[in-house]
């Protein structure tokens, strides 16, 4: 497993370090580990040739898929592919801390479909996007249930659809939101 990333262990004392999008994308390949995994940008990653996974629900693009992650960020910037979510089917318990990301036309920092507990702390969304087919859009999560919390978080993204849209979670199927500082 080590191989798959620059180093670490994907523990909390040694998280796995990512430090290219071939790196990124083997996020895919721990979504079965029992557990939680733990992981740390080494770089600023461009997702643009990326391969595109489909979601869960087969109808979402998305670059990879989470289950009981960390992902810490550095302060360093994820720059999304155009039309793809970075993350799409997200399970569990899914933390995103010290992220930076820049969404491009259709995508989005997650697009979650499983109902994860989901926290977004210390993370900052720019760039944008317009859609002329509409649909559930924003810059953070597209589908949100469960246990959402934002904690000192900040959209600086331009959203612009004819449908629905939002600074944070496009659609609701409920659950409990918590926004401190944002």
């Not at 370090?17 to 790196?23: N, S, V």
């Not at 990124?24 to 079965?32: A, K, L, P, Q, S």
């Not at 992981?39 to 489909?54: K, R, S």
Request: with cysteine.
């Amino acid at each position: 497993v080590s191989s798959l990333f620059a180093g670490g262990l994907g523990t909390a004392g040694s998280p796995y370090q990512i430090a290219t999008a071939e790196q990124f994308e083997n996020i895919n390949d721990m979504f079965g580990i029992s557990g939680t995994t733990y992981y740390q940008l080494a770089n600023d990653i461009d997702l643009a040739e990326t391969e595109t996974h489909i979601g869960q629900w087969g109808d979402e693009a998305t670059i990879g898929n989470l289950k009981n992650a960390i992902i810490d960020g550095n302060n360093y910037k994820l720059i999304a592919k155009e039309g793809v979510a970075i993350f799409g089917d997200c399970q569990g318990t899914i933390v995103f801390e010290n992220l930076q990301a820049e969404i491009k036309n259709y995508s989005m920092v997650a697009a979650a479909y499983r109902g994860a507990d989901m926290t977004f702390e210390n993370v900052i969304v720019s760039g944008g996007f317009y859609s002329e087919n509409g649909g559930n859009i924003a810059a953070f999560l597209i589908y949100g249930w469960g246990t959402l919390t934002f904690k000192n978080c900040e959209n600086k993204a331009t959203i612009s659809t004819i449908d629905y849209n939002a600074v944070f979670v496009g659609y609701s199927f409920g659950g409990d939101w918590v926004f401190e500082n944002c």
